[in-house]
C-alpha cells in the first residue's frame, strides 16, 4: 500500500500572490493545497482547489497539525514583517519579502522565532531578491570579474503597489518600473557605468483617491 508523502501546504493571503502559488501548487505532485487563510470573508473567496478549505485568518493556529509548510502571500511593507516571525511559531514559512536594505532585520526577527520553536523559516523566495538573486550568483561563479546589472520591468510592481494602496486617501494604485533607457545603453555598450537603483529606473505610479481625501498629503507620502 503507497503513503502518501505529500507535503501539505497552506497560504496566508489570497491576491495576486496567493492565486499564482495556488497555480504553482498544482503543477506540482508531491505538494497538497490543505487551507487558504484570509482577510476578508471566505464566503466571497474563489480558489482554484475543490479539496482546500477557505477559512479567516483568525482561525489559522487551529491549523498548526494539518499544514506543514504556510507561504505567506502578503506585501512586504507591513504584513511580512509582523506575519512572518508570528506564523512561524507554529508553522515552518516561506515568505516572499524584497525589501532589500531591511532583509538583515527580517532575517534576525525570524531567525528567532523559527528557532525558538523548532520551525524553518525562509524568506525572500520571490523574483528579486530570490530567483535574480541565484541568477546573479552563477554568473559571478563563471564570471569572477565580471559585473552585473539588474534591470525590473517594464511592468507593475507588487510590492510598490501594495505600499501605495495603504497610504491614507488612496482608494487604488498601481506602480509601474521602467528602465531608463540612456542607463540601458550605457550597460549594453560596455561602459560598465557605476548605476544607483534610482539612476536604473524610473517609477511611475498611477493613484486613484478616496472622495474627499487630502490630495497634497497623499502626494507627500508618495
Known amino acids: 500500500m503507497g503513503i502518501n508523502m505529500s507535503i501539505r501546504i497552506g497560504i496566508l493571503g489570497y491576491g495576486n500572490l496567493g492565486r499564482g502559488v495556488e497555480c504553482a501548487i ?7 493545497l490543505i487551507a487558504v487563510f484570509t482577510r476578508r470573508d471566505p464566503s466571497q ?20 497539525d494539518k499544514i506543514d509548510v ?3 502571500c502578503g506585501g512586504s511593507a507591513t504584513d511580512l514583517p509582523e506575519q512572518t516571525p508570528k506564523y512561524a511559531q507554529w508553522f515552518n514559512v ?3 519579502f524584497d525589501t532589500h536594505k531591511r532583509i538583515p532585520e527580517h532575517f534576525a526577527n525570524v531567525d528567532k522565532a523559527a528557532s525558538e520553536s523548532g520551525h524553518v ?9 530570490g530567483m535574480f ?21 517594464k511592468g507593475v510592481s507588487q510590492g510598490h503597489s501594495d505600499a501605495i494602496r ?12 521602467i528602465p531608463v533607457e540612456s542607463a540601458l545603453e550605457a550597460v549594453r555598450s560596455g561602459k560598465n557605468p557605476e548605476l544607483t537603483t534610482r539612476e536604473k529606473h524610473t517609477r511611475e505610479c498611477f493613484v486613484v483617491a478616496e472622495e474627499g481625501a487630502d490630495l497634497a498629503l497623499s502626494l507627500i507620502h508618495i
Not at 482547489?49 to 485568518?57: H, I, L, P, W
Not at 523559516?121 to 531578491?129: N, Y
Not at 488612496?170 to 518600473?177: I, P, S
Open 45 to 64: 473567496v474563489s480558489i482554484l482547489t475543490d479539496s482546500a478549505t477557505v477559512c479567516k485568518v483568525d482561525e489559522i493556529t487551529d491549523w498548526k
Open 26 to 32: 498544482r503543477q506540482n505532485d508531491d505538494m497538497e
Open 94 to 96: 516561506v515568505d516572499s
Open 70 to 72: 504556510m507561504i505567506l
Open 121 to 129: 523559516g525562509i524568506i525572500s523566495v520571490g523574483w528579486d531578491p
Open 133 to 153: 538573486s541565484l541568477n546573479r550568483m552563477y554568473a559571478h561563479a563563471i564570471l569572477t570579474n565580471g559585473k552585473d546589472y539588474t534591470f525590473w520591468g
Open 166 to 177: 495603504r497610504i491614507k486617501g488612496v482608494k487604488d494604485g498601481k506602480q509601474y518600473t
